[in-house]
């Protein structure tokens, strides 16, 4: 975690905004000399930032597109708390599971946990999610909402629809939303959201929302050469991993906001909006069988409508969906 | 964790429930020499386990009643799986919080973390909860049963039903169990129960189950006086925790095995029947204000069922319920 000298250095040029900011403004900040605040700078340059100095009138720092460190996670999430507090690994086996830990010891709201590289990544139903060194965005948040056990599903589609606008915005990329939790561009697979909790019988401890985004990989595995593709790939150029962790935390914050001020009802209007064309048939296959049929919708329990070939309407709780 | 070979030999003295075993016997479950079964014998009895040798036939141990290490607590649990696997702490923070890790790092069904002593126990609702050092049993017991979220209550009810067992056997004291999760004797509270679980949004991962235990305390703090008593002060005797272990972890995966084969009906009718009897008026505190009336039973999702003065039955999901 960074010193807290660190991050009231990285606060004031936050603020900034790439703008300049006096030697005696960062001085008053950290309640430090002068002479201190140059050491400050040198050793932020040594940590990766790119940092200039006009004589006479201060510094600035511009964000650097490949710099990937927690300082410069940090320095990205212009938010009030979610990334406000972030653990950044080079290696972990998942970030969910020291997310779990996290938790047991008391961390706060918004925590952020953040790997360049999972040995052992997850996806939804405990299965295997690729999570390459340095390609892509492999994080999970742990949010601590008042709410009961039943409406934890719908932090999934919080998630993803903030992960889709964020990818949007930075890459112009249109990405859809494949109920329950993957994001489709081109009909192929860029990112994962898996949703967990730690709960009692009556009351919800924290909700962890592990992301897996696949941002840089130029190539996949044979296995998955038809099924995932990169932002990379579909952009054609390589893609500030940073840039895009610090719009996700903006709107992640930005949605669940929402939620807590407003409810489901708005998330599930914006949701239904990028999701991947109703009206289309799919195939649910589900512990207890096919169904064939139109989506119709998601129920506020995160639930999925569909409507048979014989107009009956079906609630399917879990299911692998692939378009029929 | 204990070694392979101690465990392969605490099982066949388990096995022969305190009666001789031959060195043979040892020297064959062990694959090793008779000089090598001597060896082993001493190592046990510097555990700390009070082993009686008879020339030429063999060996018998008979358990300790105050020996509280993880060796005696695995030659206690005389079980298939509730127990196997068990890791003692001397102290801890709290039992939960070491159990959500082991879940993390894929702990087995049926494991379970328990300590001599909690600086920070924790009840229902993130309550502190007093655990002085070597007076109670203070245990996390991890399940993996494949259930949906809804019925995670619902062993809430099979642990404070196989604890309440486990006391009467044990002690001979009548546990009653106070909905929804804690255990009295004569009107003062001796054991509490805490069901937390790790799930995704559609799926269980796992189940931890807390459950303290007032066993030997002689004195409580002020503040405790009137509610809580320990199972000593009401047997007038010391109790052997370790006795009252190896009971609660058959009794606990007797009725998991009973709930797991035949669901929650024939747990409901148990639970019932230990429960502060029905008919009796009660205050039902709710975060919505106060019910007042007589219990009617528990609903299958583990609700507390109340009927007001003019008839209307309440579903009271969490209170605290004192007699009224």
């Known amino acids: ?120 990544g997850k996806g939804r139903l405990a299965r295997p999610w690729d999570s390459q060194k340095g390609t892509g965005i492999w994080m999970s948040t742990i949010l601590r909402p008042n709410i009961p056990m039943q409406q934890v599903p719908q932090l999934t589609f919080i998630a993803s629809l903030a992960v889709a606008e964020a990818i949007d915005n930075v890459t112009g990329l249109d990405a859809q939303i494949k109920w329950p939790n993957d994001l489709y561009i081109d009909k192929r697979k860029v990112c994962g959201v898996l949703t967990e909790m730690q709960a009692e019988a009556e009351r919800v401890h924290a909700i962890i929302i592990g992301t897996g985004i696949n941002v840089n990989q130029l190539e996949f595995p044979e296995e998955l050469r038809d099924k995932a593709t990169s932002l990379a790939i579909l952009a054609g150029k390589t893609i500030s991993r940073g840039a895009l962790y610090g719009e996700i935390v903006v709107q992640l914050e930005k949605y669940y906001q929402l939620f807590l001020d407003q409810g489901f009802a708005p998330i599930k209007l914006l949701w239904e909006a990028r999701a991947i064309p109703f009206q289309e048939k799919i195939v649910a296959k589900t512990l207890q069988g096919e169904i064939r049929g139109t989506v119709k919708g998601i129920s506020d329990e995160g639930v999925l409508i569909v409507r048979d070939a014989v107009g009956v309407e079906h609630a399917i709780f879990s299911a692998d969906i692939s378009l029929g």
């Not at 410069?72 to 972990?92: D, H, N, P, S």
């Open 1 to 120: 975690m960074l010193s807290s000298n660190r991050r009231k250095l990285l606060d004031v040029f936050r603020a900034a905004d790439g703008k300049l900011v006096s030697g005696q403004e960062i001085a008053d900040a950290l309640e430090c000399s002068r002479t201190a605040v140059w050491k400050h700078i040198e050793e932020l340059k040594k940590a990766g930032f790119e940092i200039e100095a006009k004589r006479g009138s201060g510094y600035s720092i511009q964000p650097s597109e490949e710099l990937f460190t927690e300082e410069m996670l940090y320095f990205r999430a212009k938010t009030e708390f979610i990334g406000q507090q972030v653990a950044f690994y080079k290696e972990v086996a998942s970030t969910q599971i020291i997310a779990h830990q996290l938790v047991g010891e008391g961390a706060v709201d918004g925590t952020v946990v953040i790997a360049d590289q999972q040995t052992a």
